[in-house]
């Protein structure tokens, strides 16, 4: 019996991605909805081949486009971030793939959870702002949060089958992004096409200004620590340029395991969407000694604050770390529309946390209100 895929984020990298390992897998998934921020002709391809009941566009103009095209395929169409939750009520799928950007992705998750659908989990937004409140329901509805990322996807693949409480720490790699090797001073100088210009991973233009900063690996930090229930010292960050060892995992024995592969996310979105089961795919085998040295360094936090910022946030807890995320995402949006230059990026993150007054334990309402108020002090900064 097939599993029913819903694609939160249909036209964007992952979301290609994902499609690309269904077409590959055509017994084991059915793509049953799919939603897109604003790529109309690529959902309109989308549509055409996989034969959705549903899909999701953000506006009534994009609306009466998809439904215009898709005259002919009989496709329900919900508009906005509410017609997200309602997409994932309607098409009773067996896995929801979400990778939305940001805050936006936190509530349909969350939908999900409680529909009882396991959750394929490629924001990182998610678990940063509510992963109390999305890991207390998922262990309540019995459901898998399934991370897409290699590096958490990497620690759940080394942790099959071990007693969680004999792990010593997880370390995360990270390939260290386009200015790895620059200085603070020759950060002060670079460009937005420097920073879009990742040298291992090809992303959005958001998470690719993560990668450049480091943030997103001060996300992933937050992430282990709810998907895996680890203090925020048991969590730790290596540079690791060639990006062959995605995560490993230390036991308290002194021994490591490590989880390797080529650099491609249609390998870890395949291991998150068949987990724990393993099919043979189109990919060749690793080349170990094609590789000839894989390297490791400390991560610079003078040189790339947004890490330090992150372990701050985790530390103070509660709302603390959805103002991390609203932060981040005012900075990173005036620096793509070249509003700011980059080192002030982490600058507002900074400045935001010390302002920010956070909330123990939030709920829903809590943290959509802190995460307001964040971007309110982050754009006035």
Request: glycine residues 6%.
């Amino acid at each position: 019996m097939t599993k029913k895929i819903l694609v939160l984020g249909s036209t964007g990298s992952i979301g290609t991605r994902t499609l690309d390992v269904v077409r590959d897998f055509k017994e084991e998934f059915t793509i049953c909805g799919l939603s897109t921020y604003g790529r109309l002709d690529l959902l309109e391809k989308q549509i055409e081949e996989f034969r959705p009941a549903m899909v999701n566009v953000t506006d009534e103009n994009r609306k009466q486009g998809c439904i215009r095209f898709s005259k002919g395929h009989k496709v329900q169409v919900t508009l906005g971030e509410e017609g997200l939750e309602e997409l994932v009520d309607l098409c009773q799928p067996d896995i929801v793939v979400v990778a939305t950007v940001g805050i936006a992705g936190l509530k349909p998750t969350l939908a999900a959870i409680e529909r009882g659908c396991d959750v394929a989990l490629a924001n990182k937004e998610v678990l940063v702002t509510g992963g109390n409140l999305v890991t207390r329901a998922a262990r309540r509805k019995g459901v898998r949060i399934m991370p897409i990322d290699s590096e958490h996807n990497a620690v759940t693949q080394c942790l099959m089958g071990q007693d969680l409480s004999k792990v010593r720490r997880i370390i995360l790699t990270a390939s260290g992004g386009p200015f790895r090797s620059l200085s603070l001073k020759d950060l002060e100088h670079v460009t937005l096409d420097q920073a879009l210009d990742h040298p291992t991973w090809r992303m959005g233009p958001k998470i690719t200004i993560d990668s450049s900063t480091l943030m997103n690996k001060g996300f992933e930090v937050i992430e282990g620590h709810h998907l895996f229930n680890l203090a925020a010292e048991k969590i730790e960050v290596v540079i690791h340029p060639q990006s062959i060892i995605h995560s490993l995992v230390e036991f308290v024995d002194g021994s490591l395991l490590a989880q390797l592969s080529v650099t491609d996310m249609y390998l870890t979105i395949q291991s998150a969407l068949l987990f724990p089961e393993r099919l043979a795919n189109k990919f060749q085998p690793l080349d170990l000694a094609a590789l000839q040295a894989l390297t490791f360094e400390e991560p610079d936090l003078e040189r790339f604050p947004c890490l330090r910022h992150a372990y701050e946030a985790l530390e103070a807890g509660g709302t603390a770390t959805a103002a991390l995320n609203a932060a981040n995402e005012v900075a990173v949006r005036r620096f793509l529309a070249g509003e700011i230059p980059f080192l002030k990026i982490p600058r507002i993150i900074g400045e935001t946390l010390k302002l920010h007054e956070a909330e123990p334990d939030p709920d829903l309402a809590q943290i959509l209100k802190a995460d307001f108020k964040a971007r309110e002090i982050a754009e006035k900064l």
